[in-house]
């Protein structure tokens, strides 16, 4: 990827993450720490990985987007939204009664919305199945996934990924946020898969460990799907929980965010110092 494409995707990253804080002043709260963390896994499939259309959001050929971990849901409207799936200012309905971005993805209320989510550990069976019956149709489209790390805790995805790996589902990459954090402490501590690649390994899959937020690693390895033939492919992209707001950076109480008047400001600042940075990145490369 050149250093021009490098640059447009990290403003849409920071416009994700300002649609983000839209939606939290608009609702006052909500599960901010996995939706940051997960920015950039985000901004590069709707951005570069996914053959969707907006203006055609159930095109048969169409990739799939499964976010099985339905409460990052703040970042799936924010990316949606700056896709254009739909109007903005749908983001300022966030929090009210029969909103179309209620606080787990409902796909009767949004177009893009693949399927139904929020109750952790299932959206591994539904993309198999999706992969499955895209392969029974000979589609070239594929299914993406992405679950938390706490989310593992949840015994059916372990048959889930068996199921995967027995029927050589090669059409489906799943992302694995690894931000270490849970919501109430480390996924460690909670419920331990160390060494978590192994572990996947050992059920059949094809995996690799990359930095969750670094481009040009998410795209050069997503592009490479299916990393063996035969095998579903897994990337656990390590994270930091809240990327992007210097004050929760990495903190299990901003799991979900209750927001105030001094917080908002500060993310609102760490905000407009990214701009900054991103505007001198790109008057230097003007110069070259
Ligand atoms: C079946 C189920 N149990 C519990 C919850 C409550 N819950 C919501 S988020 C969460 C933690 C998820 O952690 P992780 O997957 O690591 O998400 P992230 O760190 O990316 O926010 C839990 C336990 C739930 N949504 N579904
Ligand atoms: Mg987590």
Redesign the pocket.
Known sequence: MDKTELLKLEITALKIRRNILRLIKAGEAG?V??AL??VEIVTALYFKLLNIDPANPKWPQRDRFVLS????CLVLYAALAERGFFDESVLDTYGALDSPVPGHPNMHKLPGIETNT????HGLSIAGGMALGLRLEKSPARVYVL?????LA?GSNWEAASAASMHKLDNMLVFI?R?H???SGK?TDVMSYEPLDERWRSFGWSVRVIDGHDFNAIINNASEIPFEKGKPSLIIADTI?SKGFGFAEGKVNY?YWKSNPEEMEKAEQDLDNIEDQLKEKMERSGDE
């Open positions: 599960h720490g996995g963390s997960s971990a339905g409460h990052k929020g109750a952790l550990g679950m938390g790390d706490g989310e949840e946020d931000n954090l849970q919501i996924t929980k799991h």
